[in-house]
C-alpha cells in the first residue's frame, strides 16, 4: 500500500539528529539553549526574515501575534478554507473573526469587499505551500488602508513567489512544525517578522510571560519549543533545499503525466513547500468514489485540505458562516491530493501516476 505521505526521516539525519539528543541530556539544557537558538537562525534564514522566534505550536505562533496586535474586539479576517487553528488562535485573543472566501487561494474581491475600519488584521493562508499570485497586491491594499497582513505558512516551508519567501510578504507569520509538516519537530511552530518589538515579546509571550526583570507584563503560557524539537527541525533545515527541488519533480511529474486524464495541476509562481501536491478534478469525476477506488488500487490518498471549510464547521456557528462561500465550496468539492513525501522514489510515484491513470479511465 503506498501511503499519502510518510515523516521517517533518513538514517543521515538520524544519525545527526541522536548525538544532537545525547548531547543536549547531558547538557541539562532542555528548553532555550543552543539548538533553539540555531533552529531559529534556519527558520529566519529559510523566511528571509530578521527574526525567528520558535514555539510549541504553530496555533501558539499565531496566537502570539494576534495578542501582541491586541485584536481584542477588532475584527480579524480569516479564510474559510483553513484548518480550524487560524480562526481559533485570533479567537482566543480575542478578535472578532469574520471569514472570507477562498480556495486554495484567497478570494481578493471578497476581501476587498470586507475590507471596513474595522478590521485589525487579514490572514493569509498558503494552502499546501502554494502561494497566491496576487499577495502583493493585498500587501500593497493592506499597507494603504492600514490593516496588517498576517501569513499563516503552516504549510509553507520555502515556499516562494517568485524569489520572496513564505513568511516574509506580510507583517508577521506563523509557521508550524507539527508531525505532518515538512519540516517537523514533532509540535512545534514559530513566528517570523522584521519587527524586534514582536520578536522581542514573542519570547515574552512564551516563556510564561516573564521580562528580563521575571515581572508578569503579558498573559502568555509554557509555550517554548523543546530543545530536542529544536535540534530534530534543525537537521532537516539543513537539508531543506534538495528536499524542496526532490519535492518539486514529484510535483512537476505528476502534472506532466496526468494532466491529460482530467486533472489539472496550479500553476507555479517560484519554489514550492510540497506539504501537499494538489490537483482539481474535472467536475463531472466524483472524488470520493474515485478516492475509494484509487485505494482498493493500492495507493491511499488523504484526506483534503480542507474538505469542510470552517462555514461547515460546527464550532464556527457564530460566525458569519451563513454567508455564501462558492470559491470554497467548489475547491473543497473537487481537489484531491496525490502521494508525496520528499523520500519518495521514482518507481513510487510511477506506480502512483500508473493506478490513478487506470482508475480514472475505468470510470469514465
Ligand atoms: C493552516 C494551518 N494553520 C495552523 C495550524 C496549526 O498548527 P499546529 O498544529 O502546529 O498548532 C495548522 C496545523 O495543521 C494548519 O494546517
Redesign the pocket.
Known amino acids: 500500500m503506498i501511503p499519502p505521505f510518510t515523516a521517517a526521516l533518513p538514517e543521515q539525519e538520524i544519525q545527526t539528529v541522536t548525538a544532537a539528543v545525547e548531547q543536549i541530556l547531558h547538557s541539562g539544557q532542555l528548553v532555550l539553549g543552543p539548538h533553539t537558538t540555531a533552529f531559529e537562525k534556519a527558520v529566519a534564514d529559510m523566511a528571509g526574515t530578521r527574526y525567528a522566534v520558535a514555539v510549541n505550536?504553530?496555533?501558539?505562533?499565531?496566537e502570539i501575534i494576534f495578542r501582541f496586535m491586541d485584536v481584542r474586539g477588532r475584527v480579524v479576517l480569516v479564510p474559510t478554507n483553513?484548518?480550524y487553528?487560524?480562526a481559533i488562535?485570533a479567537m482566543h485573543a480575542g478578535a472578532r473573526v469574520q471569514l472570507y472566501d477562498s480556495g486554495l487561494y484567497p478570494d481578493i474581491t471578497d476581501i476587498e469587499r470586507r475590507l471596513t475600519p474595522e478590521v485589525a488584521a487579514v490572514v493569509v493562508?498558503h494552502?499546501g505551500g502554494y502561494l497566491s499570485q496576487q499577495l502583493p497586491h493585498l500587501a500593497g491594499l493592506c499597507k494603504r488602508l492600514g490593516v496588517l497582513l498576517i501569513e499563516?505558512a503552516?504549510?509553507a516551508h520555502g515556499s516562494t513567489l517568485g524569489t520572496r519567501p513564505a513568511g516574509s510578504l506580510g507583517y508577521a507569520a506563523?509557521f508550524?512544525?507539527?508531525a505532518?509538516?515538512t519540516i517537523t519537530t514533532g509540535?512545534?511552530?514559530a513566528i517570523t517578522t522584521n519587527d524586534p518589538e514582536l520578536a522581542q515579546m514573542a519570547r515574552v509571550y512564551r516563556n510564561q510571560d516573564k521580562d528580563d526583570h521575571g515581572r508578569r507584563v503579558v498573559v502568555g503560557g509554557s509555550w517554548r519549543m523543546t530543545e530536542l524539537g529544536a535540534a530534530l527541525g534543525t537537521a532537516q533545515l539543513d537539508h531543506l533545499d534538495s528536499d524542496l527541488r526532490h519535492r518539486r519533480a514529484v510535483i512537476d511529474r505528476y502534472s506532466r503525466e496526468l494532466s491529460d486524464i482530467g486533472l489539472t495541476f496550479p500553476a507555479l509562481h517560484g519554489q514550492i513547500s510540497g506539504h501537499k501536491c494538489i490537483t482539481m478534478l474535472a467536475s463531472d469525476i466524483n472524488r470520493n468514489t474515485l478516492r475509494e477506488k484509487i485505494f482498493a488500487a493500492g495507493v491511499e490518498l488523504a484526506r483534503g485540505?480542507y474538505e469542510q471549510p470552517l462555514h461547515r464547521q460546527p464550532v464556527f456557528c457564530g460566525l458569519n458562516i451563513a454567508d455564501s462561500f462558492p470559491v470554497a465550496d467548489d475547491f473543497a468539492a473537487r481537489h484531491l491530493c496525490l502521494p508525496l513525501w520528499r523520500g519518495m522514489t521514482d518507481n513510487t510515484v510511477a506506480c502512483v501516476i500508473d493506478t490513478v491513470r487506470r482508475t480514472v479511465a475505468a470510470d469514465t
Request: net charge negative; hydrophobic share 40%.
Open positions: 505550536s504553530g496555533s501558539t505562533a499565531l483553513t484548518n487553528a487560524t488562535a493562508v494552502i499563516d503552516a504549510h506563523a508550524s512544525f507539527f505532518t509538516k509540535e512545534g511552530g485540505i
